[in-house]
C-alpha cells in the first residue's frame, strides 16, 4: 500500500518558537494533501487542504498566518506553526490523495505530537 | 455541509462478547464514500473500509461486518467476538466528491474490551 510518513513525529518546543513537520508520500505522487488537527480525546479536524504548486485552502477559524502550509512538490508539504503557544499543543495529522482521478485513496501519515511549553 | 454522528462516546464490553459501533451521517450529495478508520493509543489512524455511496452490500472481514443503510443514513461497525487487541478509538468518516474530497470525521468511540 501507498506510504505517507512524517518528520518529526514528537516535538517539544518552547512558546513562541516556530515549528516545521513535514508530510511526504513516499512511494507515490500526491496533488492533494490535508492537514488534520487532534486534540487529546477528540475528533480529528480538517485544518486545510494543501493542493501542489497552489495556495492552501484553509477551513474556517484556522489562522493561515499562523499554520503556514507549502506544498512545492508531489512528494512534500510542510506545515509550520509559527509563534507556537501552549494552545497549539495537539496532534497533527497529514494524509494524501494518491491520485486526484482515484477518489478516496487517502493515505494518512502516523501523526506529530506537538508540546508547546 | 456533511457531517458524521457517532453517538457513543464509550463503549465498554467483555472479551468474546459481540459490540456494534453506530454511526450516522448527513450529505446533500449524491456520490459520497464513507470511512472507517481505528486509532489506537500510538494515535496512528488504521484504515479498516470504504464505502462509496452506490454500494450498500453489507461486508464482513473476518471479525468485522459493516451495515450500509442509505435509508437511514447509518453506517454501522460489528465487532464480533471482541478481543483486548479491539480496544481503541474508532472513527467513521465521510466525504463527498464534490468538497475535493476531503474527510470529515465523527467524535470517536472509545471501545475498551476487558479480559
Known amino acids: 500500500g501507498a506510504v505517507v510518513s512524517q518528520h518529526p513525529s514528537r516535538v517539544i518546543c518552547k512558546s513562541g518558537t516556530s515549528v516545521k513537520i513535514e508530510c511526504r508520500s513516499l512511494?507515490?505522487?500526491?496533488?492533494?494533501m490535508f492537514w488534520y488537527r487532534q486534540f487529546p480525546k477528540q475528533s480529528l479536524m480538517l485544518m486545510a487542504t494543501s493542493n501542489e504548486g497552489s495556495k492552501a485552502t484553509y477551513e474556517q477559524g484556522v489562522e493561515k498566518d499562523k499554520f503556514l502550509i507549502n506544498h512545492a512538490s508531489l512528494t512534500l508539504s510542510t506545515l509550520t506553526v509559527t509563534s507556537a503557544h501552549p494552545e497549539d499543543s495537539s496532534f497533527y495529522i497529514c494524509?494524501?490523495?494518491?491520485?486526484?482521478?482515484?477518489?478516496?485513496?487517502?493515505?494518512f501519515g502516523p501523526g506529530t505530537r506537538l508540546t508547546v511549553l | 455541509a456533511q457531517k458524521v454522528t457517532q453517538a457513543q462516546t464509550e463503549i465498554s464490553v467483555v472479551e468474546k462478547e459481540d459490540v456494534t459501533l453506530d454511526c450516522v451521517y448527513e450529505?446533500?450529495?449524491?456520490?459520497?464514500?464513507l470511512f472507517w478508520y481505528k486509532q489506537p493509543p500510538s494515535g496512528e489512524l488504521v484504515f479498516l473500509i470504504r464505502r462509496n455511496s452506490f454500494d450498500e452490500q453489507n461486508e464482513i472481514s473476518g471479525r468485522y461486518s459493516w451495515n450500509f443503510q442509505k435509508s437511514t443514513s447509518s453506517f454501522n461497525f460489528t465487532i464480533t467476538a471482541s478481543q483486548v487487541v479491539d480496544s481503541a478509538v474508532y472513527f467513521c468518516?465521510?466525504?463527498?466528491?464534490?468538497?475535493?474530497?476531503?474527510?470529515?470525521f465523527g467524535a470517536g468511540t472509545r471501545l475498551t474490551v476487558k479480559p
Open positions: 468518516a465521510l466525504s463527498e466528491l464534490k468538497n475535493n474530497n476531503d474527510m470529515r
Open positions: 494524509s494524501a490523495d494518491r491520485d486526484r482521478s482515484s477518489y478516496n485513496e487517502q493515505f
Open positions: 450529505t446533500r450529495d449524491t456520490t459520497y464514500y
Open positions: 512511494d507515490f505522487q500526491a496533488t492533494t
